[in-house]
């Protein structure tokens, strides 16, 4: 989808989003809750996807469906309130995207289906019993993100044969980046990598973060959450100020000026979470619809932000790139 047809569709329904919630307080329209974890420009791409697939199966915003529309703004302080908020007003189902946004959905209701768009390790955070039965009022797509940072490390170093220090940076107060955080640190010091940890739980913490790597690392992995997600292009020039390159766990963070990325599509997994929705809205219960993983995965190079950086990207490395920004 092109991101002139994003900002139109996404425009499109927050103008209808008032309308639907009207419409729902009449009586008339089943509603959807949506957290999103990150910001609403964060995640254009994706929730277009979400809502011209619910379109696509008949779910017309304003129309045959309406939808009460939260954001965290890329904090997790607020999702436990936004989530309670959501449920006071009685939303047929709820759906949201990150560990921590759906940890909230579940703790503020254990009746209203909750569907996760992506989220790290479902099982390992009890968010479900199993991936095949989900039991309870969750189910949803999982990341899996761990099992990734293998391939990422493979890229990255194919890319930077001189790599030799890596820092690990992400928000080790979310669950599921605190676990990928530490998976990554075991693969690269099993690589033969000094590693660095850097911290950022908040915005303000991305300037001092990247100030304290100058002169210490070769390359970033950074590692997804709402926080990141919400400073894309932030930390993008805080990488390219500071000569580093980075890897990443979104195409959309490599659209705003990162080096690499090898990650799930994320757009396919919104497009996914909306056949969930459609299932439960017609009578399917969320614990019988097991949870399913990424199918397609998408490798990006930014070669204006390796000439930025002074590097040259290898011809083989970009030969199996699925996209090259140019």
């Known amino acids: 989808m092109k ?29 959807i809750g949506y ?4 910001t609403p420009s964060a995640e254009s791409q994706r929730i277009a996807a979400f809502l011209q ?15 009460e529309f939260r954001s965290g703004e890329g904090s997790t302080d607020r999702l436990s309130e936004l989530a309670t908020e959501l449920v006071q007003l009685k939303v047929d189902i709820i759906v949201t995207n990150s560990t921590p946004a759906v940890i909230a959905a ?6 209203v289906p909750i569907v ?3 989220a790290g390790d479902p099982v390992g955070f009890a968010l479900v019993t199993s991936l095949a039965r989900p039991g309870g009022n969750v189910t949803g797509l999982s990341l899996q993100q761990p099992d990734l940072s293998g391939k990422r490390l493979e890229l990255l170093r194919e890319a930077l044969p001189g ?49 304290s790597l100058k002169g210490r690392v070769d ?6 959450s709402p926080v990141v997600n919400a400073n894309r292009l932030r930390i993008n020039i805080r990488a390219v100020a500071a000569q580093l390159p980075t890897m990443h766990g979104s195409r959309e963070t490599v659209e705003l000026g990162g080096l690499m990325s090898y990650a799930p599509n994320f757009p396919d997994l919104w497009r996914r979470a909306a056949d969930y929705v459609d299932k439960i809205l017609r009578g399917a219960k969320p614990g019988d619809i097991p949870v399913e993983q990424p199918t397609r995965f ?13 590097l040259e990207i290898p011809p083989t490395l970009l030969a199996r790139a699925d996209e090259v920004i140019e």
Not at 106 to 111: C, I, L
């Open 3 to 31: 991101r002139r047809e994003v900002i139109t569709l996404v425009g499109g329904a927050l103008v209808a989003w008032p309308l639907a919630a009207r419409a729902q307080q009449a009586g008339k329209l089943p509603t």
């Open 35 to 38: 957290i999103a974890s990150s």
């Open 53 to 67: 697939r619910l379109r696509e199966l008949g779910w017309i915003e304003g129309r045959t469906m309406g939808i």
């Open 106 to 111: 579940k703790q503020a209701t254990s009746v």
């Open 116 to 118: 996760f768009a992506a």
């Open 163 to 211: 790599l030799r220090r890596l820092a690990i940076m992400g928000d080790n107060g979310n669950p599921a980046t605190g676990l990928e955080m530490r998976e990554v640190q075991a693969t690269a010091q099993a690589l033969g990598l000094d590693v660095v940890m850097a911290e950022i739980r908040r915005t303000e913490d991305i300037g001092s973060a990247f100030e």
């Open 219 to 224: 390359a970033v992995y950074v590692v997804n």
């Open 298 to 310: 998408d490798f990006v190079v930014n070669l204006m932000t390796a000439q930025a950086l002074g």
